[in-house]
């Protein structure tokens, strides 16, 4: 692991707490939004058996909110603690049965999801969600059919693409070559867990697939972290990545920078430890992935509040219609045709807002090559896919 040190700006670990997110206030409309959500996209029924995995991360609130709309559909729901001796029985506690995953320790369910189709049970993953998705007018509330109509339009656009040059005002810089064509297609991911063996996340609403891991270079600005490795809505100071053959190189910026360089390091350690033995995967690109989600929110941190005031999930703020993220890590996905070659201890999604983003995409590779006659499905902000 010694390698990997001269690759990250070195600085000093600087102690930070991160604010408590306070806990949305319940209501009846989030739990019909909730209730409806489950029917549209889960596929929901009365008298299924439904399986909470929770942990000590877990959102008591959350958890009351699903419960409640659990029980209008007609279902009944058991809560299984998730731990290290009861790790190695979740199949068998879960056969059968429609599992809501809210817990954080995600390293104890992993597993898991690959025994779905042996099980013959649906997971919904909701380790990420703050209650307040389910508010009213929120992500949860788009239609499926709406959301589907939508990707199918995304990819009639995007399965031509050969390539992609991504800027922003941030001062992002990228060439992100695909390997399409029989190798690889756009997966539409709607959120649906309508059949055994399926597992997905909510809300649902984006459009991905893996690029070419040994091409994509250039600089990737980051105005915001994945929530996973930090729950703020913003950063001290932008963080930027350096990006060469597909791989992170380099990290600058100040305390959120440092923040990412030691998770990375620590999934790197891991993966050297316990995964492929190859720590590179870590730090390698895996999606490259378009949001399709009209309710989402389009503003990940609010300008009123101070940098580390709690933000917007990134498993909400990435399928906002319009913007678009890239994720480094583990790219097996689920979906063969939209896989990469690596696998990882980690997945890292990291949102590229819609304020001042650019995104050109090109057909042909040589015009890819030469930056010339692309198309700009997004200009500066304005989203023009269609």
Known sequence: MENFKFL?????????????????????EMIKVAENALRDFVALKESERVKFLKDKKTNPATLNLLQAAIKSIGCESQEI????????????????????????????????????????????ALYDASPDVFRADGPM?????????????????????????????????????????????????????????????????EIYTCPDEEKVSGVLVLPVLDS?????????????????????????????????RQILEESAKEEHEEGSGNPWNVYTIAEIAFGANSKARSVVRDENQPYNFAGTPTVEAE??????????GDAKHGEEEAEGFREAVSHFDFVIPRNGLTVEMFTNEGDFERGKNGRKIIDDGNWSFF
Do not use: C
Request: aromatic letters at 6%.
């Open 319 to 328: 399928k906002r219609l319009g913007t678009m993220h890239l994720a480094f």
């Open 8 to 28: 990250v700006e070195s600085a000093p670990e600087i102690p930070h707490e991160q604010q408590k997110e306070k806990e949305a206030l319940v209501t009846p």
């Open 228 to 260: 996973e490795i930090s729950g703020e809505q913003g950063v001290d100071k932008f963080v930027r990545v350096k990006i060469y053959s597909g791989k992170i190189i380099l990290i600058q910026g100040g305390e959120s920078a440092q923040k990412l």
């Open 81 to 124: 603690r998730l731990s290290k001796r009861i790790k190695k029985d979740l199949p068998e506690l879960t056969k059968e049965s429609v599992i809501i995953d809210l817990g954080g320790e995600s390293g104890l369910v992993g597993d898991l999801y690959d025994e779905l189709p042996e099980i013959n049970s649906r997971l919904l």
């Open 141 to 205: 509330s788009e239609r499926r059919e709406d959301l589907e109509n939508r990707l199918n339009k995304m990819d009639e656009v995007l399965r031509d693409a050969t390539g992609f040059k991504i800027t922003s005002v941030y001062g992002t810089d990228l060439k992100v070559p695909l390997r399409m064509a029989k190798e690889r297609k756009w997966f539409k991911d709607s959120g649906a867990i309508d059949t055994p063996g399926r597992w997905d996340n909510l809300p649902g609403g």
